[in-house]
């Protein structure tokens, strides 16, 4: 009997990675990061050069993703699943998507850059 979990496992695993990995992605031209936190989790820190949606505006920005490019999803941590949810949604819009496994707090253990970009205020023309 064949464990029906097997196939599920596989392509589970084939659309994590690590951030090493993502590194490597990143640095070879191959892969954007996709930060799909809140802004207010955004503006505290972040990784450099990352594409900022939340994960619940995702959907209205996809056109603001990039095709040609693994997209790299990341979250808060190993348990935050909006990396996931943003990974499915995208392989559902046509995109090669992965998730950063362990997000941004794993990120941040491996030792890599970080930056607090802080909150941008848009304000009116009008006066």
């Given amino acids: 009997m064949t464990d029906p979990y097997i196939a599920f496992l596989e392509a589970k695993l084939a659309t994590e990675i690590g951030p ?12 954007v990061l996709l930060d799909v936190r809140s802004a207010d ?3 505290k820190t ?10 619940k505006e ?6 603001d993703l990039p ?6 999803a990341y979250c808060s941590d190993i348990g935050c699943q909006a990396s996931l949810k943003a990974t499915i949604e995208l392989r559902k819009h046509g995109f090669e ?3 950063m ?11 890599y850059e970080t930056i607090t ?7 009116s023309a009008r006066k």
């Fill in 67 to 72: 095709k040609n490019q693994t997209v790299i």
């Fill in 41 to 43: 989790s955004h503006a």
């Fill in 97 to 99: 998507a992965k998730h």
């Fill in 20 to 31: 090493h990995e993502a590194q490597e992605e990143i640095k070879a031209g191959r892969a």
């Fill in 46 to 55: 972040a990784i450099p050069g990352a594409i900022h949606i939340p994960r």
């Fill in 117 to 123: 970009p802080g909150v941008r205020v848009l304000t």
């Fill in 58 to 63: 995702l959907a209205n920005h996809l056109h």
């Fill in 101 to 111: 496994i362990g997000g941004i707090k794993f990120w941040q253990e491996k030792g």
